[in-house]
């Protein structure tokens, strides 16, 4: 497995892998309307490329010279400063990986990534946001320290999802 940053050859990759992913875990939830706006504006391989090129956004992939197995996305300053006093924190926005490969150890390296990342760009804390009833997803994060920190809302279309805040300071 490699891991490496994101270029704007990878945006088609990384736009499909963010929705079949999302759709994988959480498709279920939503009525087609709010999905397919969600899906139409978080991973429009428009927006995916912007943020390729935008440098408050870190993107790391993972692919093993065949195709792109994971990745994740940090983005600083932090859009959840407001509810920490964490002096510099980044928020770690997306770390997925293909369906087929989960639980084989790439969301491990990406995550042992993002956090020596954050370290040498001088953050003092990690923040994301996790379903309040994806429960595998939170046991991997208490794993490497994240603890809950406040209650947040997560839209998806016109549905408000009930999400968690979780914080790791570094």
Known sequence: MILRPATLADTAALATLGRESFCAAFAHLYRPEDLRAFLDRAYAEVEVAEE??????????????????????????????????????????????QPDVTGKGIGAALMEWAIAESVARGHDAIQLSVWSENYGAQRFYQRYGFGKIADIDFWVGQQRDEEFLYEMRL
């Open 52 to 97: 390729i090129a935008d440098d408050r956004y870190i993107h790391r992939l993972a692919d093993d010279g065949a195709r792109l197995l994971g990745f994740v996305k940090m983005s600083a300053p932090s859009g959840y400063a407001e509810h920490s006093d964490a002096a510099n924190p980044i928020a770690l926005g997306q770390l997925y990986t």
